[in-house]
């Protein structure tokens, strides 16, 4: 059973980089699969970040895509996502999860890490 | 705004049979990308319920059924229950914007 833990800090600053990392469990990064980010601002829907192939090529919402870098460790079997110059509007929670290839299903999230954006 | 339209709220009595639609455009749906639905309970993650519009992933009752017809979809819930009170999101592919696109959500009242 794949299992994944986002984990960052628990506040962000306006103007500063939001880093979260995604740790991966009982599959390995380098074995395939798509990789992904999704937020959820406090009592709103989802929203598609990015996502990453194993083999590097990333995938980026149009909206986000001029802050956003989503990168892959596979020394680590992590995965990363740093969004720059954040405001309120990007407090959200923060799932990482899979997908076969980025036009499927995501089948395996985390639990999701709230990152309140607030000086 | 979300490229793909849920309704806000759907409700139904226990027992009862209910559908959330969600509509797209020429772009996702109704270019063949196929549809996929969550359900979302309060503050955890969303869990899979339907991939490639009809498919349900092992432990999901067939109670729960997807299709899918020019540029929309919809998620249908037989014999709801309590439990099924959730939100549920879908989800596809846009060419236009070569990403994942979710529904803006439909809460589920049982009533």
């Known amino acids: 059973q794949v299992q994944l833990q986002e984990s960052g800090p628990g506040l962000v600053k306006p103007s500063e980089t939001l880093s979260l990392t995604c740790s991966v469990s009982?599959?390995?990064?380098?074995?395939?699969?798509?990789w992904g980010w999704i937020r959820q601002p406090p009592g709103k829907g989802l929203e598609w970040i990015g996502s990453?192939?194993?083999?590097?090529?990333?995938y980026y919402n149009p909206s986000l895509k001029s802050r956003v870098t989503i990168s892959m460790d596979t020394s680590k079997n992590q995965l990363s996502l740093k969004l720059t110059s954040v405001t309120a509007a990007d407090t959200a929670v923060y799932f990482c999860?899979?997908?076969?290839?980025?036009?499927?299903?995501?089948?395996?999230w985390g639990q999701g890490i709230l990152v309140p954006v607030s000086s | 705004q979300s490229v793909l339209t849920q309704p806000p709220s759907v409700s139904g009595a226990p027992g009862q049979r209910v559908t959330i639609s969600c509509t797209g455009s020429?772009?996702?749906?109704?270019?063949?990308?196929?549809v996929h639905w969550y359900q979302q309970l309060p503050g955890t993650a969303p869990k899979l319920l339907i991939y490639?519009?009809?498919h349900r992933p092992s432990g999901v009752p067939d109670r729960l059924s997807g299709s899918k017809s020019g540029t929309s979809a919809s998620l249908a819930i037989t014999g709801l229950q309590a439990e099924d009170e959730a939100d549920y999101y879908c989800?596809?592919?846009?060419?236009?914007?070569?990403?994942?696109?979710f529904g803006g959500g439909t809460k589920l009242t049982v009533l």
């Open positions: 990453v192939y194993h083999s590097g090529s990333t």
């Open positions: 490639s519009s009809f």
């Open positions: 989800q596809s592919f846009d060419s236009s914007l070569s990403g994942s696109v």
């Open positions: 009982d599959y390995s990064l380098s074995s395939g699969y798509c």
């Open positions: 999860a899979r997908h076969v290839v980025v036009v499927a299903a995501f089948d395996y």
């Open positions: 020429s772009s996702n749906i109704g270019a063949g990308y196929d």
